[in-house]
């Protein structure tokens, strides 16, 4: 059997721009656990989620008419997201400069510190300096390149920065630089 008809013309595959994409020209800062995420996921998608998604486009592609087989259908477009994810993943795994910055001894912010700061409207908060693809700020986790991570590095416990972020300008003091295990 022919696997020529699960290949589409290059055309047709729409490109959707990715989230959290790296700045040009940069590097890709990952701790150890984020390059293991990753990785993760692209070994689950080739492996496990791929082959399920071919077997079904297969099965459905053998009933007959592909034009109105859900199946078919929604498979293929599985199948082409699951292949612009690999190719990021690949590619940003790639570009990964994977940086362990646990029990790093420094006073200095630096990639992978955890920081608490204060704002000077007297709210307390920690922040974790991640990779891009690391990003969740429900843990406090932020990018490398974010406006706070950009103002806080080398910079050190007692400081004050100044952030200059899209809703205005805020004084911070830094409380303290810690450097722990990025999970």
């Not at 589409?8 to 989230?19: F, I, S």
């Not at 087989?69 to 400069?97: H, P, S, W």
């Not at 420094?106 to 409207?121: D, I, P």
Request: hydrophobic residues 40%; charged residues 30%.
């Amino acid at each position: 059997m022919s696997k020529a008809f699960l290949r589409e013309p290059e055309d047709a595959v729409e490109e959707a721009p990715e989230t959290a994409a790296a700045p040009p020209a940069q590097r890709n800062y990952v701790s150890p656990a984020g390059y293991a995420r990753l990785r993760a996921e692209l070994k689950r998608l080739v492996e496990v989620e791929r082959p399920q998604v071919v077997s079904i486009v297969a099965w459905a592609a053998s009933n007959g008419d592909r034009s109105e087989n859900g199946d078919y259908i929604y498979g293929k477009r599985r199948l082409r997201e699951i292949d612009r994810r690999v190719r990021f993943l690949i590619k940003r795994l790639e570009a990964a400069e994977v940086v362990d910055a646990a029990g790093r001894d420094t006073e200095q912010v630096f990639f992978g510190a955890t920081v608490g700061v204060r704002s000077r409207a007297g709210g307390d908060r920690t922040i974790t300096i991640v990779g891009i693809d690391e990003v969740d700020p429900a843990k406090g986790r932020v990018s490398w390149v974010s406006p706070i991570a950009k103002a806080l590095l080398k910079a050190r416990a007692g400081d004050f920065v100044t952030l200059r972020s899209p809703s205005g300008v805020e004084e911070l003091e830094i409380l303290e630089v810690r450097y722990l295990p990025i999970d």
